[in-house]
């Protein structure tokens, strides 16, 4: 089993940034990816990016590129995603997924391709 915790959430005003943490524990695997998903109120969860824990994949939701960036610290077990310029439209809850697999981006952007979620970090943007 791996355990996913994030933190980092919190009130913003527009414009202001934030960076999400997600640290993994629990079993190791030779292979990892680890992702970020997003769920705004009364809407479907939505990919926001996702790496792998080498360094070999690493992609973004087109509409978030230049103002999202996803990281990882393998030392850490960590993996960052830094929220700029954000916006009202940017509310939800962010989640941590991962997967004990190098998959594709392709593949990255379901949901149903990760086995272990987190309980999710909740980020509001005022205007």
């Known amino acids: 089993q791996v355990q996913l915790v994030e933190s980092g959430g919190g009130l913003v005003q527009a414009g202001g940034s934030l960076r999400l943490s997600c640290v993994a524990s629990g079993r190791t695997f030779s292979s990892l990816t680890m992702a970020w998903f997003r769920q705004a109120p009364g809407k479907e969860r939505e990919f926001v990016s996702a790496?792998?824990?080498?360094?070999?994949?690493?992609y973004s939701t087109n509409s978030l590129k230049g103002r999202f960036t996803i990281s990882r610290d393998s030392a850490k077990n960590t993996v960052y995603l830094q929220l700029n310029s954000l916006t009202p439209e940017d509310t939800a809850v962010y989640y941590c997924?991962?997967?004990?697999?190098?998959?594709?981006?392709?593949?990255?952007?379901?949901?149903?391709?990760?086995?272990?979620w987190g309980q999710g970090t909740q980020v509001t943007v005022s205007s």
């Open positions: 997924a991962a997967v004990g697999l190098l998959i594709t981006t392709r593949q990255a952007m379901a949901q149903r391709e990760y086995d272990y």
């Open positions: 790496v792998s824990w080498s360094g070999q994949m690493g």
